[in-house]
């Protein structure tokens, strides 16, 4: 599985979360998750790279998505694994401090 795919497949399970998924350009930033009117939407950037959307799109899933009842192929789960420690919502030591 190459870097496009786990991104490609990052933004499916998003789509199906319910979560809009948008491919746009936008600068180079990488997008990320917001709301509009009431509706959760994550903009994937065009014009940044696959490594900082895919990125972006492995927080949203985490918190847009119970994962741990769900089959994740290995390598999906691992990339969103990775990036949890990136989530402002979760401390150090993956203390997830949304509650």
Sequence with gaps: MDDR???D????LL???PVEVRKVPLGGQGGGMCRLRGK???FADADASVGETTALAAQAVRQNMDIEGVYLRPQ???VIERYRSLDPAIGQGGQDLRR
């Design 15 to 17: 789509g199906n979360c």
């Design 9 to 12: 497949t990052l933004l499916e």
């Design 5 to 7: 795919d786990i991104l």
């Design 76 to 78: 999906i789960r691992e």
């Design 40 to 42: 959760a939407v994550f």
